[in-house]
């Protein structure tokens, strides 16, 4: 038996601790935006720290960087120099729960329901993502030592887990400096990201960027009778409404001046590949949980429509998903339910703008705040704040290693793989690869339309998740069979 296909068996023979092992750190409620708790993200740290010394790493330590929450490091280096060396990310925080009351299962008691998936917070993203490239390295350990006689790792690893993901990254880019030579790789591999759909295996090519902004809209110096003053004077609530219609048309499209002048095209080799992407608007539709009667923005049609091949609707859909710049209004305050009737004098939104990747962030915020700023209706007091921003990310699929991943996920999930964009913003990639000098970044992971990260009842597909980690036991040897990666 080769080291890779007993690896293989080890992996099956052993999968139930691994997911004993996620369902141990997903108890951990490492909620990184929320400060109450610091004391879990802590504790979660040290869980991931343990769970690398279990599963064979070495150098294992908490690694500080000013501000930031402890980063998580380990590393097996036993194949020298002069074999290639993988450095893989994950993430241990979570995003907060939410509406407690909409959960079925309390979030941070992982439980297996009879549709084949664990439920949790984070059980998905990312605590998913770190167990599986334990769970890999777990495997190849112990065929190594099963080999008669026994044999050391052919591949380096280095595993960095950080705890802010979830919160922007922010110190991320100082981290990476710092640690430049202790991270030095040929190879990154980002275990947090989605599948096109479930048992799909997918490797992610590009990542939109985002601004963030803040409008307040004044309208009057305090609230007043809303019958003694309402019809000559406007309230703050409509004035904002007023403002933020503005952005938008009927069909969806985005009404800001200029906004798109520095949006790449694609290529035609990216359009095909697109184009060639499975598409199925019934399940999309259901997947997001598009109520009876909704309609997709744009080239939209009755939720009803089924097309399950690709033709010039359904290619818009990811281009519009991943390719194209998206507004979505995150946060509306005006005055809470209960209060008086009243004309609100202030009212504020939050405003979260996805960019295509390639698209200048700054300038793109800049757009966004002129156009609001712009004739304010009945001459309102309008405030934009701009907020973070980040710009996205795609890349050159020509380094072998690419291929290397498609074949590992070929093998891992027994399908075809595909190459998708993502529409959310994973800011830190870029620098990430660059601080390493330009290596190659391959973005997979376990997450998949029906699992909703972020949101309430988050989950995992169990099947999903072994053949996950089987990919990446491939994934080792494909990179390993690599000729010239070590240039
Ligand atoms: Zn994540």
């Known amino acids: 038996m080769t080291l890779v296909d007993s690896a293989i068996h080890s992996l099956e023979a052993d999968f139930k601790q691994e997911i004993e092992l996620l369902k141990e750190l997903t108890r951990i409620p490492s909620v990184s935006s929320n400060e109450k708790h610091a004391e879990a993200m802590v504790r979660c740290a040290e869980a991931v720290a343990k769970s690398f010394g279990e599963a064979g790493l070495e150098q294992v330590q ?36 939410g509406r407690d009351a909409d959960w079925r299962t309390p979030p941070f008691d992982p439980q297996l329901q009879e549709d084949g998936r664990l439920y949790g917070r984070g059980v998905a993203d990312d605590k998913a993502g770190i167990v599986l490239v334990l769970a890999a390295l777990r495997a ?9 006689p026994p044999v050391s790792l052919p591949v380096n690893i280095k595993f960095v887990v950080e705890g802010e993901e979830e919160i922007g990254s922010e110190h991320l880019e100082a981290f990476l400096h710092q640690h430049r030579e202790r991270l030095a790789a040929d190879v990154i591999v980002l275990t947090d990201t989605a599948n096109l759909a479930t048992g799909l295996p997918s490797l992610t090519t590009s990542l939109r960027g985002m601004v963030a902004a803040e409008v307040e809209v004044s309208t009057l110096d305090h609230p007043l009778h809303s019958g003694l ?30 906004l798109k002048d520095d ?54 859909v990811y281009e519009q998903m991943w390719r194209q710049p998206a507004l979505v209004v995150t946060a509306l305050q005006g005055a809470p339910l209960d209060s008086a009737n009243q004309l609100t004098a202030r009212a504020k939104a939050q405003i979260s703008l996805r960019l295509a ?3 200048d962030p700054q300038r793109a915020g800049e757009k966004l705040r002129a156009f609001l700023l712009e004739n304010p209706p009945f001459g309102a ?16 699929v020509e380094n072998p290693c690419f291929q290397a991943a498609l074949r590992a996920l070929e093998k891992g999930y027994g399908a075809a793989p595909t190459m998708i964009g993502c529409g959310g913003s994973i800011p830190f990639v870029g620098p990430f690869s660059q601080v390493l000098g330009g290596v190659p970044a391959l973005l997979l992971g376990v997450e998949d339309p029906p699992c909703n990260a972020h949101g309430e009842n988050e989950s995992l597909d169990l099947s999903d998740f072994q053949k996950a980690a089987r990919s990446c036991v491939h994934l080792v040897d494909e990179i390993l069979k690599l000729p010239d990666l070590k240039g």
């Open 62 to 97: 908490l690694l500080m960087t000013e501000g930031a929450p402890p980063y998580v490091f380990g590393e097996l280096l036993q194949a020298g120099p002069a074999a290639p060396t993988i450095l893989f990310y994950a993430h241990y925080d979570v995003q907060p729960t």
């Open 140 to 148: 190849w350990l112990a065929s190594c030592a099963q080999q008669n």
């Open 229 to 258: 003053w309402g019809g000559p004077l406007i309230d703050a609530s409509m004035a904002l409404a007023q403002c933020l219609s503005k952005l938008m048309n009927e069909e969806g499209e985005l009404l800001i001046p200029g």
């Open 263 to 316: 949006l790449p095209a694609l290529t035609q080799r990216e359009r095909q590949a697109l184009d060639a992407l499975p598409f199925d608007e019934e399940e999309f539709c259901a997947d997001a949980g598009l109520l009876d009667g909704g309609r997709l923005a744009k080239q939209g049609s009755s939720k009803t429509t089924s097309s399950k091949t690709a033709s010039s609707k359904t290619v818009s």
């Open 357 to 359: 990747p390639g698209q």
């Open 381 to 396: 007091q309008v405030k934009v704040a701009l907020g973070p921003s980040a710009p996205g990310w795609s890349t050159s």
